[in-house]
Structures are given as structure tokens and as C-alpha cells.
């Protein structure tokens, strides 16, 4: 820590580090959907916006990548094999190629498997998804060598030492990210770190990337076992019970065991579950406001008394639930439950990334309207969330901490000195209640309802007199683009002029400046409605 000469509320402040882990990664659908002259407009301005540093998704591996090839496919006439696999990589370069033009890394998930080379097909997705151990594991060992070394040809090897490689997605979801067994899964992570280690061992390696916190034994085999969930699925108080990552500790101790790197764990923190109860119905969890927290201070506690103590955490998907037809995805009562825990986890993970950064996502196919509840921080037509301003305002925060509060934080820029702050309104009347999923738009609504409204009163002695820093606001009167939508009638087909209009409103934040006096102390009084977030910085 270091002190800096700036008072806050009349008390001197140490500064801190602050890690932007909300831009360190950000997720999207599937490689394929990046060929997309759509998609790669909004990545562009996203990956601008909230200097993005690396974006993960699925299918690098699947058919209409065009990676994996045992046959030469022969469109009207037959389809010829050939006499042992080949690997090309001309739709894969495209997209990297991209990626890198943006300065944007790909953090690699080695997925999922070629359909020729798969032991079951179109296991998941309207895509149909391949999530099957191989038929042959040299086969594949031979693919993620191949694909490894040519990127390092073509990229260089510094280049792609930079990168992370995760291997599969979520394996504990059998029989849909995965049809094998937790110790199938295991040895594919083993052949693919050996085969990666083996080209260069600075290469970067990591996994088990399973699927949210569990409080039950439902993983604890080598497959789900629905009879373990009844005691949760049963539970008036889910926030009571004994969260825990699901295969890490065995995933560390069976990688210990064998002496195989895991240069990072990776795993997916949404705040939500569901259970299986007597009945066999699925019971939908919602957790508190606090969850994500709590999970990555213990993630933090079991690594650091691993085999791996120095392994780095990546959170390769995070929102505030694991549906793109969650209605509160496309609502301000996102944006302010998504800034309350970044700021609040902001140094407990290498990366958070959130889940995804466009509605162009199609694994049960494109949505429905507009606003269909995605997961985008932007809709199909490139409209602003806003999550996506929520995002836009905490990067514009500096990384270093002078203030933080259960409201928001005040920071500094290293660089530049520059002043910025972020603050909120996670209602009292939510109490420590999470969002829960909703089915549609309306549904939604009746959270406006929740109050009271905040005070925010803060004092910066210091600043240069005359320096102007700009406020913005988003709340339920300004930005909020799903109820302009609701308030046209809820188009599922835009017009030019109707998505036009909520462009504009989309982008329509509550604007105002304020001065700093000849004193160099600037007061920051200002009355938040409830799930309102506020960005003050320092105008150029």
C-alpha cells in the first residue's frame, strides 16, 4: 500500500490495488458465431469500450469449424475418407485472426469433440454439440497438438504463451456437456496438458471448468446422482447449507497424484442451482446477493492448501443466471446486482467472465424479439443493455482503490492521477435477496417496486480547482431500454424508426457536471433512486 494526498469524507486514504477483473475476460457463444460480420461489429466496440483482454467460447473443435476431417466430404457426391485425419484451420484463423486484430486474446476452451472423432453426437444444443470422450484419445491428443503448434507458427510462440487453454466445459453435466465419467474427464485433461507441456511447458493449462457451487454429493462419483439433491431440493434455506466446487478438490489431488501442471483452475460461479426433488421435479435455486463472494473466498482457501497453491482462478462464466431466456438479463436490476459483486470480488480472481457479451448466441437457437431475456450485454441489433453501461462505468474506475463502501468505491488512475468513482443501489428492501430468473419481461417489473432510495455523501479534499468531473446515471427513467420496448408493446420485429428510437433510449443516461472549487474539495451529494448506478470521472 501507498498513501495517497488525497483526503476522503476528512480521513487520509492508503491506496490498494484494483483489478478490473470484470474486462480481464469476457464470454461468447460459440466460435462459429464469430464469422458473423454482426458479431464482430459488436465485439469490436465492446472489446473498445471495456478494454477487453481475452474472450472464451465453445465449439473450436465442432463440425462447422471444419477442424477435425476424416473424410473429404463430397456435398452432392460421395463422401470420400481419407487415409488418416487431417487438421485445417482456415475458419479457426479467421476468427483469431480477428480477435487479435481488436488486441484481444482468446482464452481457448479445447472443445468439444469433432463429430468423427466423438463417441456420441449431437448430445447438446439446437447447434448439436458433440460432448463425448473420444473414440480414440491419441486421435485427439494428435488434434490439440496440431492445433497448438500451428498457432504458434502462425501467432509465435511469446504470442501464444500469453493465452490460456481450458479443457472441455462443464464435464460434470452428463450426459450433456459430457456423456463420460468424472475420470474420463480427468484423463482427457491429462492427455491434453501432456500434449500441450510437450510443444512448450510455459504453455498456460487448466480446467476442471465444472459448472456452479453445489451443497450436496450429487458430483461426488463418477456421475450425477439425482437421489443426493433431495435434501436441498427440500431446504427453506438454501443460504444455510454448505456450498462447495464441484470436482476440485479431486481434480487437484488426482493431478497431484499423477505430477500433471494445473497452471489454473477454472470454474463457473452462477448464483443460482436447481435439485431434484422426491417427486422428480426440478426445483429452481435462487442464492443470496452475497453468494459470489462467498464462493470465491473459499475457491481462494482450498487452493491455497492444494498441490497448486499458486495457480491462478478464472471464473470462465458468470452472470446472474445460466439461461438466455432470463429476462432480468436485459434489465437495470442486472446492471446493479452485476456491478455490486464485481466491486465487491474485484481482488478475489485472475478473471470473472461474464456470460457473454452479445445476444448473437444460439445455443437453443436465436431468441425471440428483441429482448428475450439473453445474456448479451448487447441485443442482436448492437442496442446498448444496461449491463453494458454498468460495464462501461467500472472501467472507467482507476486501478487504484481509495475508497470502498457497501455503495460503490472510489479509486485513482496510476497513470494519470484521475479521480472516478462508482456507486449503487442494491435496494434495502431486497435485503440480502439474490435476482431470481424470470420467465418473461413483465415478470420483471414488479421490482421497480422495491425501495427506498439512497443518500450518497462523500468529500475528496485534494483535487485541482476548476477540474470538471462528469456524472452519469442509470436507473429506471434513464437507459432502461427493455421498458421503452414494453412501452411499444413489446415488438418481436423491429421497424427501422422503433429500433432507432431505443437506440437512443438505450444510450440516454442522466448527464450532469460538477466543478471542483477554489478549496480542491469536491462534494458528492446525490439521492440514487433504488437500483440506480452512478459513474463520476474526471472529463478529459
Request: glycine share 8%; proline share 6%; aromatic share 12%.
Amino acid at each position: 500500500m501507498t498513501r495517497s494526498l488525497l483526503r476522503i469524507d476528512g480521513e487520509p486514504r492508503e491506496e490498494s490495488a484494483f483489478p478490473h477483473v470484470w474486462s480481464a475476460c469476457i464470454g461468447a457463444g460459440r466460435a462459429n458465431e464469430a464469422l458473423r460480420a454482426d458479431w464482430q461489429r459488436q465485439f469490436a466496440e465492446v472489446a473498445d469500450t471495456l478494454k477487453v483482454k481475452y474472450v472464451r467460447f465453445h465449439g473450436l473443435f465442432h463440425d462447422d469449424m471444419f477442424v477435425y476431417r476424416e473424410s473429404y466430404g463430397g456435398g452432392f457426391g460421395p463422401n470420400s475418407p481419407l487415409p488418416s485425419p487431417v487438421h485445417t484451420f482456415s475458419y479457426v484463423d479467421k476468427v483469431f485472426d480477428f480477435l487479435l486484430e481488436q488486441g484481444v486474446r482468446p482464452f481457448v476452451e479445447l472443445g468439444f469433440m469433432p463429430r468423427e472423432l466423438a463417441t456420441q453426437t449431437e448430445t447438446l444444443f439446437w447447434w448439436g454439440a458433440h460432448c463425448s470422450p473420444p473414440k480414440d484419445m491419441r486421435r485427439w491428443s494428435d488434434l490439440v497438438t496440431a492445433t497448438v503448434e500451428h498457432w504458434i507458427g502462425r501467432y509465435g510462440l511469446d504470442e501464444v504463451r500469453q493465452w490460456r487453454f481450458e479443457v472441455w466445459n462443464e464435464p460434470n453435466l452428463v450426459p450433456h456437456f459430457w456423456t463420460g465419467t468424472k475420470t474420463e474427464y480427468f484423463e482427457l485433461y491429462e492427455a491434453s496438458v501432456r500434449a500441450i507441456k510437450a510443444i512448450d511447458p510455459e504453455l498456460k493449462v487448466g480446467g476442471p471448468s465444472t459448472s456452479v457451487f453445489v451443497p450436496d454429493d450429487r458430483y461426488k462419483g463418477e456421475v450425477e446422482d439425482r437421489s443426493a439433491m433431495l435434501e436441498t431440493a427440500a431446504a427453506t434455506d438454501v443460504d444455510a447449507l454448505d456450498w462447495r466446487p464441484v470436482w476440485l478438490e479431486d481434480f487437484l489431488s488426482w493431478c497431484a497424484e499423477r505430477n500433471l501442471p494445473v497452471d489454473f483452475v477454472s470454474t463457473h460461479l452462477y448464483p443460482t442451482d436447481y435439485a431434484y426433488g422426491a417427486d422428480g421435479q426440478a426445483v429452481q435455486i435462487t442464492r443470496y446477493a452475497d453468494a459470489t463472494y462467498d464462493d470465491l473466498t473459499l475457491l481462494r482457501a482450498l487452493l491455497r492448501e492444494s498441490a497448486y497453491p499458486d495457480a491462478e482462478i478464472h471464473i470462465t462464466e458468470w452472470s446472474t443466471s445460466p439461461s438466455s431466456r432470463d429476462f432480468i438479463h436485459d434489465t437495470v436490476f442486472a446492471a446493479t446486482s452485476i456491478t455490486r459483486s464485481y466491486l465487491q470480488c474485484a481482488s478475489l480472481a485472475d478473471s470473472i467472465s461474464y456470460w457473454t457479451f452479445t445476444d448473437v448466441f444460439e445455443e437453443g437457437g436465436a431468441g425471440i424479439g428483441p429482448f428475450h431475456g439473453g445474456f448479451g450485454l448487447v441485443n442482436e441489433d448492437g442496442i446498448h443493455k444496461p449491463t453494458f453501461h454498468a460495464f462501461t462505468m467500472l472501467e472507467r474506475l482507476g486501478d487504484r482503490l481509495l475508497l470502498a463502501t457497501p455503495d460503490g468505491v472510489v479509486t485513482r488512475d496510476s497513470r494519470t492521477s484521475a479521480v472516478s468513482a462508482v456507486f449503487f443501489n442494491y435496494p434495502d428492501g431486497m435485503g440480502l435477496k439474490g435476482l431470481s430468473a424470470r420467465g418473461t419481461y413483465e415478470a420483471t417489473r414488479e421490482l421497480a417496486d422495491v425501495g427506498p432510495g439512497r443518500r450518497i455523501r462523500h468529500t475528496i479534499e485534494g483535487l485541482e480547482p476548476g477540474t470538471t468531473f462528469l456524472v452519469e446515471v442509470l436507473d429506471w427513467e434513464h437507459g432502461n431500454v427493455a421498458e421503452a420496448w414494453h412501452a411499444l408493446g413489446g415488438p418481436l420485429n423491429l421497424s427501422p424508426a422503433q429500433r432507432d428510437h431505443l437506440r437512443g433510449v438505450a444510450d440516454a443516461l442522466h448527464a450532469s457536471t460538477l466543478t471542483v472549487p477554489g478549496d480542491g474539495v469536491l462534494e458528492l451529494d446525490v439521492e440514487l433512486a433504488p437500483w440506480a448506478v452512478l459513474s463520476l470521472r474526471q472529463s478529459a
